[in-house]
């Protein structure tokens, strides 16, 4: 069998409408934003998810508690589907580091990540993924890099040709994790660039 995955970015938030990087820092909705994210819940209404997976950034928690006030479904905030930590370069102009995205494709923001470990840090929370909730429908809200990771560990696709390429909203992304998905590979140690982040539950 296999996990279907919906894939959907946390809502605009006011760092998006003012083009600024928000990276680890928490982030919070705008008006747009919130509006976007009760729309998401609307899309969603008749999808038969099990569960609900989002980053533990505020900005991807808040889109969830607006999109499901009332649905009875688990949700499981998980460090694995943050951001990019983009270190000294938070808060710049996206720009301004969409420039140095394919510099950083193995090489860390200075005091963060490179967009390899957030890959790596993905490809742990599929294999648990996979492993826990074989032949569900699963929702999981997180953020740019982490889609990116997404279609080049389930889709094939290179890093490079995705972090080179604009990022296109669009309401949802539908992915297929087949069951036992990367049991044949050891677990990723412990990525703690940066701050240390708390760990995932």
Same mark, same amino acid.
């Given at each position: 069998?296999?996990?279907?995955?919906?894939?959907?970015?946390?809502?605009?938030?006011?760092?998006?409408?003012?083009?600024?990087?928000?990276?680890?820092?928490?982030?919070?909705?705008?008006?747009?934003?919130?509006?976007?994210?009760?729309?998401?819940?609307?899309?969603?209404?008749?999808?038969?998810?099990?569960?609900?997976?989002?980053?533990?950034?505020?900005?991807?928690?808040?889109?969830?508690?607006?999109?499901?006030?009332?649905?009875?479904?688990?949700?499981?905030?998980?460090?694995?589907?943050?951001?990019?930590?983009?270190?000294?370069?938070?808060?710049? !102009?996206?720009?301004?580091?969409?420039?140095?995205?394919?510099?950083?494709?193995?090489?860390?923001?200075?005091?963060?990540?490179?967009?390899?470990?957030?890959?790596?840090?993905?490809?742990?929370?599929?294999?648990?993924?996979?492993?826990? /909730?074989?032949?569900?429908?699963?929702?999981?809200?997180?953020?740019?890099?982490?889609? /990116?990771?997404?279609?080049?560990?389930?889709?094939?696709?290179?890093?490079?040709?995705?972090?080179?390429?604009?990022?296109? /909203?669009? !309401?949802?992304?539908?992915?297929?994790?087949?069951?036992?998905?990367?049991?044949?590979?050891?677990?990723?140690?412990?990525?703690?660039?940066?701050?240390?982040?708390?760990?995932?539950?």
């Amino acid at each position: 069998m296999a996990v279907d995955i919906v894939y959907e970015t946390h809502a605009t938030t006011t760092d998006n409408e003012a083009g600024l990087a928000t990276g680890w820092q928490p982030g919070r909705l705008s008006d747009r934003g919130r509006a976007a994210a009760r729309e998401l819940g609307e899309r969603r209404h008749t999808d038969r998810l099990a569960a609900v997976f989002c980053s533990d950034l505020a900005r991807a928690v808040e889109t969830v508690e607006i999109a499901f006030p009332a649905r009875k479904l688990p949700v499981h905030r998980d460090t694995r589907l943050r951001e990019c930590d983009y270190g000294e370069l938070t808060g710049h !102009p996206v720009a301004e580091l969409a420039a140095l995205r394919l510099r950083h494709l193995d090489e860390p923001f200075p005091g963060g990540q490179s967009y390899r470990q957030v890959v790596e840090q993905t490809r742990g929370f599929l294999r648990d993924l996979a492993a826990a /909730w074989d032949g569900c429908r699963v929702l999981v809200v997180a953020h740019s890099a982490n889609r /990116w990771a997404l279609d080049h560990l389930l889709r094939g696709i290179p890093l490079a040709d995705l972090l080179g390429a604009p990022f296109e /909203w669009r !309401p949802g992304w539908s992915y297929r994790l087949p069951s036992r998905w990367g049991a044949d590979r050891p677990p990723p140690a412990r990525l703690q660039p940066g701050q240390p982040a708390p760990e995932h539950r």
